[in-house]
């Protein structure tokens, strides 16, 4: 008893004492805004003692990390650390793991450094992290050699001089100046000139919406805050790229006018050396790569847009420039028939599947990429480089554990701009449960048009690749369109982790999961502000046409189920009709709908309430049917069509059984976000020329 008594007695001391035993590393970081000029234009970006990113925390396994962290701005804030396996209460989750640090507090982060390898941190809380609230974190394992290679950060990042809330905002309202502005709107004559015209036909009979490469057209894209950088090293001198994706919705192809690159790590973990021509690398992954300065000349290691709109680029060496070969931009029109086509298949099968799972080492990523899914040759495109990493040592799980599956469809509705899991919003479907001790599979099975780099916090996982017990560990994972992803952990902390889409707007509208621990409590005081963590917020915005023959308006506010809008038009004299309604979302197929509605051709009994459900009809024609108290019923059908870059037609066909048809034909040309030039006919107001705001 007496040596039982010792032997705990001496465990305690040993863990009380870590902290002191180990390395005592401290940082004080201060977040404030601060004045920024990027692209030539100068706005608030938020910074870290005053730098964007913020300075590069460096540490050895085995650390103490201490970081004090100043809240100067004006809103909350946390920082999370991405990829460290860290205390749960550490983690930087608002109202998962932590409550938010006020303005004015400090809170200091502290923990044991468990791992080496390249890392990163970000805030957690909004869209803070668009704003250049990120830095780089770089682990050096316990042993050294002296020979190691030279470190050089090279952070990638995507930069808009507008407020990322504007930004979402109008990703929720669905307007098109993104895909104007990257190159990739797609329109009936683009279709025809590249011959897919037959599949968008098709797609138009399912009412698909067109698959995107990405959300958002992007000021510019930097390294290191900069659009270029240079790494300044000796001739000959052997350089570890740390090359960190640190934005918010960009991925980027990488490649080297060197040649080949040597990857020699992935998420911060050791692969067996492989050489890649180029590399897809997604939003919040970490790659490690080798160089050697060359001897009188500057090569561009070169990082490109995945839609490529615009490229960033580190200079290695001193000399003449050698520029990367450019990276092909992707034919829209091809990747959008594929994927659709993709889709249509599943659509046609799905009440034919067994739902069988996989077996865990029997499969490979099931991902159908080439020339498919990345719009051009695969060569040039290729997809993610998971097949070719193998972890230097096992990364099996424990083989007697038992094995929790989980089927996670990763779901959207583009038009609405939501996003979720099985077709359920975080504020609608929280939780994955699991239990310590188990092995846990996700199959992440992508339903949606784009990608999206999944992000589980405070473990890695295996990414099943078809390397067996040495499949990669990583700690985000990118699941191509229409494709099929496995990944695999041991259970093996407690509480409440984050899961997550990492593309910011992504999870900001719903894409993301709480993974809870069975049978393990969370505090009462995150608990007490849970319910913040599961908001559902409004977002509102307005169109308002002004013509020489008539005025139109259209104002709206809209969470992920419900939407409050307000319609009319005028004649500019005494003909008029305006609605103001609720629809309540069921699917893009079907919403309900009530509201009043008053017209001049009603009279002398001008308003009526109105009840009826609005329906998406094949070809993409919106239908709006209802009926009022008295009996009389109203069909509406629209459809707008973008004919060539800019330049859209629209047309809507009323009829009502007390005021019988009307009907509206419309040109318009897209000018900016906020302004467009229209012409229009309407049956009983004649034709007019005039502008559309958007507010």
């Not at 100067?72 to 749960?88: A, Q």
């Not at 990703?171 to 009936?188: D, P, V, W």
């Not at 492989?274 to 970490?286: G, K, M, P, S």
Request: with cysteine.
């Amino acid at each position: 008893m007496k040596i039982l008594l010792l032997w705990v007695s001496w465990t305690l001391l040993v863990l009380i004492s870590l902290p002191v035993l180990s390395k005592r590393v401290e940082y004080t970081l201060v977040v404030e805004r601060e004045p920024r000029n990027i692209t030539g234009k100068t706005v608030q970006a938020i910074t870290i003692n005053s730098q964007l990113p913020g300075p590069t925390l460096e540490f050895v396994e085995g650390d103490y990390a201490v970081m004090h962290v100043e809240n100067r701005m004006e809103k909350p804030i946390t920082i999370h650390w991405h990829g460290l396996l860290v205390p749960n209460n550490m983690d930087g989750v608002p109202y998962v793991t932590n409550a938010p640090i006020m303005p004015g507090s400090v809170f200091t982060y502290e923990f044991p450094i468990k791992q080496s390898g390249t890392y990163w941190y970000h805030s957690h809380f909004g869209l803070q992290e668009q704003y250049g609230l990120t830095g780089p974190i770089i682990i050096h394992p316990k042993e050294r050699p002296p020979d190691a290679p030279a470190d050089q950060i090279v952070m990638l990042a995507d930069w808009n001089d507008e407020r990322p809330e504007e930004t979402l905002r109008k990703l929720k309202r669905g307007n098109e100046g993104f895909a104007i502005r990257t190159g990739n709107l797609q329109t009936l004559v683009g279709a025809i000139q590249a011959g897919t015209i037959g599949n968008v036909t098709k797609r138009n009979l399912y009412s698909l919406v067109n698959a995107e490469i990405s959300d958002i057209a992007y000021d510019r894209v930097i390294t290191n805050g900069r659009k270029d950088w240079d790494v300044d090293q000796p001739a000959g001198r052997q350089v570890r790229l740390r090359v960190i994706n640190g934005s918010t919705s960009t991925y980027f192809y990488l490649n080297y006018a060197g040649g080949p690159m040597t990857v020699i790590a992935a998420d911060g973990q050791d692969v067996e050396p492989v050489e890649l021509e180029r590399i897809l690398i997604a939003v919040a992954e970490t790659y490690d790569i080798l160089v050697t300065v060359p001897e009188g000349k500057s090569l561009e290691f070169r990082a490109t847009n995945y839609d490529g709109s615009n490229h960033t680029s580190s200079w290695i060496g001193r000399g003449e420039k050698v520029y990367a070969p450019a990276i092909e931009k992707p034919n829209i029109y091809a990747y959008a028939a594929n994927v659709g086509a993709e889709l249509i298949q599943r659509i046609q099968k799905r009440h034919k599947s067994s739902g069988e799972m996989p077996e865990p080492d029997t499969g490979h990523i099931t991902n159908i990429e080439g020339p498919i899914l990345t719009g051009g040759d695969a060569q040039q495109r290729p997809p993610a480089p998971y097949q070719q990493l193998r972890s230097v040592t096992s990364s099996a799980l424990p083989k007697y554990a038992p094995t929790r599956i989980v089927e996670l469809r990763l779901t959207g509705n583009m038009t609405r701009y939501v996003w979720s899991m099985n077709g359920k919003t975080l504020s609608e479907d929280a939780y994955i449960k699991i239990k310590k001790g188990e092995n846990v599979r996700f199959v992440l099975v992508n339903n949606t048009m784009m990608r999206h780099p999944m992000h589980l916090h405070g473990h890695f996982f295996r990414v099943v690749n078809g390397q067996g017990d040495y499949s990669p560990l990583k700690h985000t994972v990118d699941v191509a369109p229409m494709s099929t992803t496995m990944i695999e952990f041991k259970a093996n902390e407690e509480k409440d982790w984050f899961f997550h889409c990492h593309i910011l707007y992504h999870l900001e509208s719903g894409m993301a999961r709480i993974v809870h621990y069975e049978d393990t409590e969370v505090s009462p005081e995150i608990q007490a502000i849970r319910y913040k963590a599961l908001e559902d917020p409004w977002y509102a915005w307005a169109d308002i046409g002004l013509q020489t023959n008539m005025n139109t308006g259209f104002m709206i506010t809209r969470n992920n189920h419900n939407d409050v809008f307000l319609t009319w038009e005028s004649n500019w004299g005494n003909e008029y009709q305006a609605t103001l309604g609720y629809y309540r979302f069921v699917n893009r197929f079907f919403s309900g709908f009530v509201g009043v509605n008053t017209d001049t051709d009603l009279a002398p009994h001008r308003t009526r309430a109105v009840a009826g459900f609005y329906c998406l009809l094949p070809f993409k024609i919106n239908a709006l049917l209802w009926a009022d108290e008295r009996g009389n019923g109203r069909i509406t059908i629209s459809r707008e069509l973008a004919i060539i870059d800019r330049f859209g037609l629209g047309f809507e066909y009323e009829y009502d059984s007390f005021s019988k048809s009307e009907y509206l034909v419309a040109l318009t040309y897209w000018h900016s976000d906020f302004l467009s030039f229209t012409a229009s006919y309407h049956n009983e107001y004649h034709g007019g020329v005039g502008v559309l705001f958007r507010f």
